[in-house]
């Protein structure tokens, strides 16, 4: 169980041009999920938190009108990077906490690899 | 805010060998102290993680050990195999629902 997906696992651009990424929690639901980004070689760093049904949290540095995050659905939330740069370039992760569970515990998505031509 | 630190770096072991990999963090509120193995492209997998009421953790050839008055945790990894080489990452967050703040990960090598 706690199965979390993403789509697409890869996905090469233009420079300029929106890119969407999906996160689904397969088997629970999920009231908060979370978007990192991962340069190679480097840690996961928290980019912003996704709540059903209200406006993400972002953390300091990250630009809320260039990664927009839609958390429409208890299983779905959504991150489109607009207007994506060569900067851009990265490697997006999603986590999911199972509603409802007490504890902190995240599962990860497969990750999405984003480059930007 | 909360702040990881993870050490070392990279290790080397011999197949067989044990494996320490230590992490400090910050905030006295944190609760919840996870380990995550990440190979090469893909996302984290948890192994094992440690709430604060519980000192010691135990999952296999994994263990996890916690002490929260000198704010520190360590994974501990038993005869290890060529397939446990991988990125290691400690993680902490306070209650639940927060985020978790992740070291800087410790890249693992057993050589057979």
């Known amino acids: 169980g706690a199965v979390v997906s993403q789509h697409p696992s890869w996905v090469i651009c233009k420079s300029g041009t929106s890119v969407k990424i999906e996160c689904r929690s397969l088997d629970f639901q999920a009231t908060t999920m979370f978007w990192y980004r991962q340069f190679p070689k480097q840690s996961l760093m928290l980019m912003a938190t996704?709540?059903?049904?209200?406006?993400?949290?972002?953390e300091q540095g990250v630009e809320k009108d260039k990664f927009l995050i839609n958390h429409a659905s208890l299983t779905l939330s959504t991150l489109t990077v607009t207007s994506a740069h060569p900067e851009d370039s990265s490697f997006y992760i999603c986590s999911a906490i199972p509603a409802g569970l007490a504890g902190a515990t995240q599962y990860f998505g497969p990750g999405t690899r984003l480059t930007v031509l | 805010g909360e702040n990881v630190e993870q050490h070392p770096s990279t290790l080397s072991v011999q197949e067989g060998d044990s494996a320490v990999i230590k992490c400090t963090y910050s905030?006295?509120?944190?609760?919840?102290f996870p380990w995550y193995k990440q190979e090469l492209g893909k996302g984290p997998q948890l192994i094992i993680d440690i709430r604060s009421n519980v000192g010691e953790k135990k999952d296999q050839r994994i263990a996890v050990t916690l002490n929260k008055t000198a704010k520190h945790f360590s994974l501990h990894i038993t005869e290890t195999q060529p397939e446990d080489s991988a990125v290691y990452f400690c993680?902490?967050?306070?209650?639940?629902?927060?985020?978790?703040?992740f070291g800087k990960g410790t890249t693992l090598s057993v050589s057979s």
């Open positions: 993680a902490a967050s306070g209650q639940a629902g927060t985020a978790l703040i």
């Open positions: 905030d006295s509120a944190s609760n919840y």
């Open positions: 996704s709540n059903e049904g209200s406006k993400a949290t972002y």
